[in-house]
């Protein structure tokens, strides 16, 4: 159970209701109206908590198990345990993760603004919206409903955001314009100058950024994050992105739809990303590449040239990933010989 | 048009005043008393507005412009179509960004003192200074003139800004010594205990960080760029030198003038650089090395050695950058000769 | 000496005294009452200040300087000159850290709480608390005795802090638990959601994370690093472990006792680390790795696979690292031979 400190269980929830909500069919020890007041990892649950095998290396943990219920793979269903009622589904980690949202819901934010915040009159906020102590929201901003303005972050002028995003304490933003739903994390920063300058001896000259930050609805953008806006076109983040910890993006560079990116990574100025792109942790991206729908970059990769739509790279440079494996094994093959 | 929701254009200005003040010569179909109204891309200016050609592969862009006037390199003018005034340059792209600045200049600070902001009755503030909400000025801290301090920026006791700082939101610094017109971006943290301990099983022991930091005129530190405050000698930032986001500087680190430290970089303790040293993002350099004046440091890097002045490398261990090329190149072929 | 702008020297302080702090044997030009004002490297240290000489590549300075007293250990004793008090140790450097500390112990805090902090009615705070300006304390947190709660930091709802903690300016808690002299500096992130989801072409499905992040005594987190917090089970860090800034840390990483963590390295999700487990700047491990205890990583490295008990391995992917340094001059060979 998870500490009561920090989180609130809410349910429960029947199987059948369960079943609703994530389309599972149920088998096993059919028992649609039995109750379940929590979800648990296989190992600890008890026979009222919800759990569910997403990994085929834990089927022993499913075949020991003593929860009440659990989201299975048809194919897996063999191996489950008489007492236990089955939620077949083809994913049952996703199917998990939505019960597990109906038993810890987000808590509604707390419509408000805090005596300490700070709101421009020209400000217009959406009903339902709570802004935390300290937050600061400049001239003519807009949100919508519901929106959650964290401890002390900061909202430049002109800003838009829409219903129910989330805003960390001490995250900023400024020229961008966020999509609904968007949670960002403590401490990103958005829409500040990008690192644009004509160098020169006598003193680089700063190019004035004259561009935005376009976030679209159900991104996620991750504590202490940096995405630079524009030089003159937009940086944009696609619908549903997530986005993690420590990740810079540069100005003027274009993300699609429902890409994940890693912690620690980054994409320098200009560069262009299709949809359903997957960047392992700590990889580049040099400047004005086009990286293909669904292509996918392993971690700590240097990529510096397009990759094609589905394409998997690794390495720095990053090459095909068969290719890398290639080198690798070559490689340690080679000095094994050399050595004494 | 940059979106008037965040940007206000200035001017217009005459072609002979931005020739004036870029130094430019005006050749083309003169017409030195037009006026431009704005700065815009080759591909979408319109008559009114100024261009520029920086790299040659947008030639063609240049052939097809239908811009008012742009900035161009003599040897290029032959393909600047009739109707368009040039402004002949050896550097078009930093004489645009002196325009674009023209065009978009950083708007002042608009002096006064936020009424939820907390400065020390013993801090000094200059003539024209900004201080935005919640912002925090400890003890004996002293700033020039016309300085911007944005939201809850905080700065410890003792420290002492230049003029026209612009410290952007949730920046903190500590222990510093700032120059004129240096900007500091969002999440920035200047001046904290850089990471000095006597290993120790039974419990590593904090050695004193008594040092500062040191930033010359006219410097840049990006969003959520963290700099360290030496141990006893100081940790300095030579005047001009630009600094991405997310980039990590050592305690006692010294980097000299102009220098370029792309995102994600970092640099361990007591490495020293000259002065107009280019280092790509991602890139990590070791402690107490010494990096020539002019050297060029490629992405990812790894430096574990002195780079001599106007040396160029790459790799981790980074090697002279034709010898890490011919690496690259020699382990791809003999992979390839290996596969089936 | 350190600028009094920024510093207060303590003090003085006898030889003796030194001596008895430390542990130290005094030797030499034997003069135990002689009073030392301050600490200071060999080269620059005067007559009534102590040094210490931790790296044999100083044996030059040891025999020119004319400090009052130093730190030697006893296989060096022989270089030092005639009117130096000697101060014999196996550890130099330990010796001068605790001396050090006492010239310049950390300030204590001032107790009292800024007017324009804010604290929830329901917050537990023990005697000596400091609490900076605009610091946001929420409901049922509990913070032990003598802690510094820096300006702006803002500590989320339930969470428990032990005495002495030390916490930065702008660093946000939640759902954590944070043993007794912690030191967190400014902008850490510490207990946001972890970066979990299941991935969806419809939309990636968030699942709720519920364990919490456990932070056990004497342990520093350095600037603008990242903790998440556990998906279910927590994430730990233990006690006395270093790390520095820019560091990302995954949900449910457990870190043992006492190691050492270098700026903008990351950890990816459920990986374990043993006690003193060192890893360099930059370098990177996947999900799901056992590392153990004394196991030694380098900078940049990219860990795939579990590293057994004091192993060395460097690398991306990292291998033992002689067998690393054995493919870097192999491979350097055959690139020569193949070049012109």
């Given at each position: 159970m998870a500490d009561p400190r920090f989180f609130t269980?809410?349910?429960?929830?029947?199987?059948?209701?369960?079943?609703?909500?994530?389309?599972?069919?149920?088998?096993?020890?059919?028992?649609?109206?039995?109750?379940?007041?929590?979800?648990?990892?296989?190992?600890?649950?008890?026979?009222?908590?919800?759990?569910?095998?997403?990994?085929?290396?834990?089927?022993?943990?499913?075949?020991?198990?003593?929860?009440?219920?659990?989201?299975?793979?048809?194919?897996?269903?063999?191996?489950?345990?008489?007492?236990?009622?089955?939620?077949?589904?083809?994913a049952p980690y996703r199917a998990y993760a939505i019960a597990a949202q109906a038993f810890y819901p987000d808590p509604l934010p707390v419509p408000?603004?805090?005596?300490?915040?700070?709101?421009?009159?020209?400000?217009?906020?959406?009903?339902?919206?709570?802004?935390?102590?300290?937050?600061?929201?400049?001239?003519?901003?807009?949100?919508?409903?519901?929106?959650?303005?964290?401890?002390?972050?900061?909202?430049?002028?002109?800003?838009?955001?829409?219903?129910?995003?989330?805003?960390?304490?001490?995250?900023?933003?400024?020229?961008?314009?966020?999509?609904?739903?968007?949670r960002i994390y403590p401490g990103a920063r958005i829409g500040q100058d990008g690192f644009g300058f004509a160098p020169d001896p006598a003193g680089h000259v700063k190019v004035p950024q004259l561009g935005r930050v376009i976030i679209g609805d159900d991104v996620e953008i991750g504590a202490n994050t940096t995405i630079d806006r524009g030089a003159g076109p937009d940086t944009v983040i696609g619908a549903g992105t997530m986005i993690d910890n420590l990740v810079q993006i540069g100005h003027n560079v274009e993300v699609g739809r429902g890409c994940v990116l890693v912690a620690q990574m980054g994409i320098s100025g200009s560069t262009r990303l299709g949809d359903f792109v997957m960047i392992g942790g700590q990889s580049g991206l040099t400047g004005h590449l086009r990286i293909g729908n669904g292509a996918r970059i392993a971690g700590q990769s240097g990529v510096m040239r397009d990759v094609a739509p589905g394409e998997t790279v690794m390495g720095s440079p990053a090459v095909p990933i068969r290719d890398h494996h290639r080198q690798v094994v070559l490689l340690r093959r080679l000095a094994a010989k050399k050595g004494d």
């Amino acid at each position: 159970m998870a500490d009561p400190r920090f989180f609130t269980v809410a349910g429960p929830f029947t199987i059948a209701e369960i079943a609703r909500r994530t389309g599972a069919a149920i088998a096993g020890a059919v028992a649609a109206d039995r109750v379940l007041t929590d979800v648990a990892p296989l190992g600890s649950a008890g026979p009222d908590e919800l759990s569910f095998l997403g990994n085929p290396k834990y089927l022993d943990a499913l075949r020991r198990t003593r929860a009440g219920a659990a989201f299975v793979h048809p194919d897996r269903a063999a191996a489950a345990p008489p007492g236990l009622t089955l939620l077949l589904t083809p994913a049952p980690y996703r199917a998990y993760a939505i019960a597990a949202q109906a038993f810890y819901p987000d808590p509604l934010p707390v419509p408000g603004i805090a005596p300490s915040a700070v709101v421009d009159p020209s400000a217009r906020l959406g009903a339902g919206c709570a802004v935390e102590a300290g937050a600061v929201i400049g001239a003519r901003v807009e949100i919508g409903r519901e929106a959650l303005i964290g401890a002390h972050a900061v909202i430049g002028p002109g800003c838009i955001l829409g219903d129910s995003v989330r805003l960390g304490a001490h995250a900023s933003l400024s020229h961008c314009i966020v999509g609904a739903r968007v949670r960002i994390y403590p401490g990103a920063r958005i829409g500040q100058d990008g690192f644009g300058f004509a160098p020169d001896p006598a003193g680089h000259v700063k190019v004035p950024q004259l561009g935005r930050v376009i976030i679209g609805d159900d991104v996620e953008i991750g504590a202490n994050t940096t995405i630079d806006r524009g030089a003159g076109p937009d940086t944009v983040i696609g619908a549903g992105t997530m986005i993690d910890n420590l990740v810079q993006i540069g100005h003027n560079v274009e993300v699609g739809r429902g890409c994940v990116l890693v912690a620690q990574m980054g994409i320098s100025g200009s560069t262009r990303l299709g949809d359903f792109v997957m960047i392992g942790g700590q990889s580049g991206l040099t400047g004005h590449l086009r990286i293909g729908n669904g292509a996918r970059i392993a971690g700590q990769s240097g990529v510096m040239r397009d990759v094609a739509p589905g394409e998997t790279v690794m390495g720095s440079p990053a090459v095909p990933i068969r290719d890398h494996h290639r080198q690798v094994v070559l490689l340690r093959r080679l000095a094994a010989k050399k050595g004494d």
